[in-house]
């Protein structure tokens, strides 16, 4: 009998253990939630947020809230994600610039984007669209090209920040053009588009979802878009290489990552239910008339394609020479 009572103890914590860790996802979301978006409010990451949070609170009977955590290229908000208690509780809503430009921009960073998070989900894919303000004497980016050419650092480009997919942009139309601009940054997309509309700044390479509302109403002028091709949003709006007569593709996206060491079946149970939420038509309707595709992506595919993404905007940063200001 002396035998049977640690063998009976130990087949019962055995026992609890099994049943434990299904039962994460079972009671999983058992309070609030924080999503926690590292950009002003008003840009793509601010938007991608909010309607995930509505998707998950509408489903869960949880409230699921948005933080704005804006500075540093998306590195304070990020980091803050990357030290968080790994129980699905804390969420990041990120961006491309936090995720695959900081290795290349800033190798010291508080945190590592594949070591520190756990991929949950691609929430959209947008090409960025170069709208300008409707008073710049250029209708197309040859006229653009021409007027930087005739007036070298005048034309100001606004942009989300040091190393942005819009900075980068800009860079790349400066080399790929061989004109001269002068970069101007803001702490996110929300900021950089007011001071485009508003005349401060000449241009921006804004996200899809951001610019497109402003673009329907006549405050900004959509001049090309930046991918290879064009957008089912706007049609009639050529590519930067249709309208510049040279080669140029770069694109964002956003995605859902939450910290390293989260219970894969709460990873799972968050992938399904944004999957199920922004590939409904109504939702992809929504986003495909402001630009941006949604993809049903597993998170061991988010983890390859973020793999790929920071090889790609390393190579990106090295050859244009960015550095952070």
Not at 122 to 142: D, E
Not at 262 to 278: H, Q
């Amino acid at each position: 009998m002396r035998q049977a009572i640690p063998i009976f103890v130990t087949a019962v914590g055995a026992l609890a253990v099994c049943t434990a860790m299904p039962t994460s996802a079972q009671n999983y979301p058992a309070k609030r939630i924080r999503i926690v978006t590292p950009y002003a409010p008003g840009g793509t990451a601010d938007i991608m947020a909010r309607l995930v949070s509505q998707r998950l609170t509408e489903v869960w009977g949880q409230p699921v809230v948005v933080e704005n955590r804006p500075g540093a290229s998306g590195m304070i908000g990020a980091g803050l994600v990357a030290k968080a208690p790994p129980d699905g509780y804390t969420l990041l809503a990120a961006y491309v610039t936090e995720i695959a430009i900081v290795p290349g921009l800033y190798p010291n960073a508080s945190y590592d984007p594949v070591k520190d998070f756990d991929p949950i989900s691609v929430t959209a894919l947008t090409p960025m669209i170069l709208v300008v303000n409707p008073s710049l004497p250029a209708a197309t980016v040859k006229d653009l090209v021409r007027l930087a050419k005739a007036q070298p650092g005048k034309i100001a480009y606004a942009s989300a920040g040091a190393g942005s997919p819009a900075h980068l942009a800009g860079e790349l139309l400066q080399r790929t053009a061989g004109i001269k601009m002068t970069h101007v940054p803001y702490k996110g997309g929300g900021p950089a588009l007011i001071d485009t509309i508003a005349g401060q700044t000449a241009m921006f390479f804004s996200s899809m979802p951001s610019a497109m509302p402003h673009v329907k109403s006549g405050k900004l002028r959509a001049m090309a878009v930046s991918t290879a091709k064009r957008s089912s949003a706007a049609p009639d709006v050529p590519t930067v290489a249709q309208s510049g007569g040279f080669d140029f593709d770069i694109g964002a996206w956003n995605a859902l990552l939450a910290p390293a060491g989260t219970p894969k079946d709460i990873i799972s149970k968050i992938n399904n239910e944004v999957t199920r939420g922004l590939t409904a038509p109504d939702a992809r309707d929504r986003l495909a008339r402001e630009g941006a595709d949604t993809v049903d992506y597993t998170p061991d595919q988010v983890r390859g394609f973020i793999h790929s993404e920071i090889e790609k905007f390393s190579k990106l940063v090295k050859d244009a020479g960015v550095t952070p200001d």
